[in-house]
């Protein structure tokens, strides 16, 4: 499998997003269609390269000056973050904010609380 790694002192590397990603792929399958994708086993799969090639697209690469950010905001408290988050004019943190408002949602939806 090619989400999973060795290193030369025995070792293994595993690859989380790859290995998730996939692995979701396979529950929404199952789960939706009562039929397993075989994403987890053939990384070729035209479902793994379609949800790849949409998340590149969607979130490209960050440059080094938002990596810093990412990680700057880390220590900062919640409330800064997402006050941050609702003014921003970005279309990265604008589709963020679609996706939350979407997540949110339907929990309440199922949950039947807030």
């Not at 989400?3 to 792929?25: E, F, H, P």
């Not at 963020?96 to 949602?105: A, D, F, I, L, N």
């Amino acid at each position: 499998m090619d989400v999973v790694n060795g290193t030369n002192d025995g070792r293994a590397i595993i690859d989380m997003y790859k290995w998730l990603s996939r692995a979701t792929l396979d529950v929404i399958g199952q789960a939706a269609f009562g039929d397993c994708f075989g994403c987890l086993d053939n990384p070729n799969h035209i479902l793994v390269r379609s949800y790849q090639n949409s998340v590149a697209s969607i979130l490209g690469s960050p440059p080094p000056q938002q990596i810093f950010m990412l990680e700057f905001l880390k220590y900062l408290p919640t409330w800064m973050t997402e006050y941050g988050l609702e003014c921003s004019k970005d279309k990265r943190c604008m589709l963020v904010k679609r996706m939350r408002k979407t997540v949110v949602g339907r929990t309440r939806m199922l949950w039947g609380c807030w």
